[in-house]
């Protein structure tokens, strides 16, 4: 089936404007993740939800990340008024149990 | 608070050679699972393995082959008769267990960097 996928695959923005990232998770998976991956980093947890409800939002950088997912499916990362230090690889990632499988990511860059 | 170290940045091999990537985590969970991603230049993460806390049996897989220690917190990954596209950064990481259908978010080490020389 298809797996997770993510879109924009990159994404250039100037300082100060907004960016809607989307992630489709794979089909009737529950669990959904959002991670930020810096250069020549692992990737840090942002934020969970299972099925519509956020559970976990404790890795959010600061007010200006927020993340929905209103249907429990398709979810949506917007952050505002981008900063040259949001410039990372943002991972989208599903489950369904215990192991979450990734999509391509989108390459955000801030000029 | 839940941490993964990769010790070794980057590894250089060439072609068929064996290499060991070695991961150390710290938890004070008593069940928790453990997993090794690979990275290739794509950038896209890819799964290769689960372990339950619970279960230190080692696991092989083609020329893939885990080596879990509880005892000494170590879950190593070796890669037997190395290829070019075995090239990529793995990554380490570690979550806590949970039950049914709800998640927990993954504790990454920094990875490491495989490249393999023909």
């Known amino acids: 089936g298809a797996g997770v996928s993510q879109s924009p695959r990159y994404k250039v923005a100037k300082r100060g404007q907004d960016v809607a990232l989307r992630c489709d998770p794979i089909s009737g998976h529950v669990s959904l993740f959002w991670y930020q991956q810096a250069l020549g980093q692992g990737p840090e947890f942002l934020t969970y939800?299972?099925?519509?409800?956020?559970?976990?939002k404790s890795g959010l950088p600061s007010d200006r990340f927020f993340a929905e997912r209103p249907e429990g499916s398709v979810s949506t990362l917007k952050i505002q008024r981008t900063q040259q230090e949001d410039s990372a690889v943002y991972l989208c990632?599903?489950?369904?149990?215990?192991?979450?499988?990734f999509g391509p990511g989108t390459r955000l860059t801030v000029l | 608070a839940q941490k993964v170290t990769q010790a070794q940045t980057e590894i250089s091999v060439v072609e068929k050679e064996d290499v060991t990537l070695d991961c150390v985590y710290e938890t004070r969970d008593t069940t928790y699972y453990l997993f090794w991603y690979k990275q290739p230049p794509s950038g896209e993460l890819v799964f290769l393995i689960r372990r339950n806390s619970f279960d230190e049996q080692n696991e092989i897989s083609g020329r893939y082959s885990w080596n879990f220690q509880k005892s000494t917190s170590s879950f190593n990954f070796t890669i037997t008769a190395s290829q070019v596209v075995d090239s990529a950064v793995y990554f380490c990481a570690l979550s806590e267990a949970s039950w049914g259908t709800s998640g927990s978010r993954l504790t990454f080490g920094e990875g490491t960097q495989l490249t393999v020389n023909p």
């Open positions: 990632a599903s489950s369904s149990g215990n192991t979450q499988y």
């Open positions: 939800f299972q099925n519509e409800a956020q559970l976990d």
